[in-house]
């Protein structure tokens, strides 16, 4: 007859740590990390600084709007964030507020785009006309003339393939495409994209809808 041992299994027995041949035992050696001294933490500060300010100076554009051109939906004084890379993967659209460089010198320019390369644009008896239907802009104020400021040759005309016809929302008082003819596409600066000053008037710029 088989009998069985209630006895518990013997637990393995930890190996012993390794021995040099003279019998010596081996342990790992430890090391400590080496504390990092003040300037070596302030140097690697200042880098990340000048590095997130290189490359928010490449995508970005700090404004202040110095003109009335665009009253009443932005002001003197306002500051604005303008985009100056994503706009030319995304593309430009009627509606969209953008900061150009002047045709002929002088400070940059804060104005709406209206007519759009390839486009036909007229003005006729106060009323925009893109190839040839009337477009509804619920942006300028009531008075505004856009037939002012209409130099001799500009309007009618076909946009070339790089070219835009811009405008400010206070027609009566914006020196922009109606005088200079259109903007080239090397004049752009990008597109308006956050006002974040005065705080009051937080807002994404966004676009408006035909």
């Not at 009253?71 to 100056?84: A, E, G, L, M, S």
């Not at 030319?88 to 509606?95: A, I, N, T, W």
């Not at 644009?121 to 040839?132: H, K, L, M, T």
């Amino acid at each position: 007859m088989r009998t069985e041992s209630n006895a518990a299994p013997s637990e393995p027995q930890p190996l012993p740590p390794p021995s040099t041949p003279n019998g010596a035992s081996v342990s790992a050696p430890v090391t400590s990390a080496k504390p990092k001294s003040l300037m070596q933490d302030v140097v690697e500060t200042l880098v990340l600084i000048v590095v997130v300010v290189t490359i928010s100076q490449a995508v970005l554009a700090n404004y202040v709007i110095q003109q009335d051109s665009a009253v009443p939906n932005f002001y003197p004084n306002q500051r604005v964030f303008v985009d100056k890379v994503a706009y030319r993967f995304l593309g430009l659209h009627r509606g969209d507020v953008v900061v150009v460089h002047p045709q002929q010198g002088g400070e940059d320019l804060f104005k709406r785009v209206i007519g759009l390369p390839g486009e036909a644009i007229d003005i006729r008896e106060n009323q925009v006309y893109i190839n040839d239907q009337p477009i509804k802009e619920l942006y300028i104020a009531p008075e505004a003339s856009s037939q002012s400021g209409i130099s001799p040759g500009v309007l009618p005309r076909v946009l070339g393939p790089n070219e835009f016809f811009l405008m400010g929302d206070n027609r009566s008082y914006s020196a922009d495409s109606r005088a200079f003819g259109p903007f080239t596409r090397d004049k752009l600066v990008g597109r308006v994209w956050l006002r974040y000053w005065p705080l009051n008037t937080f807002t994404l710029v966004q676009g408006t809808t035909y």
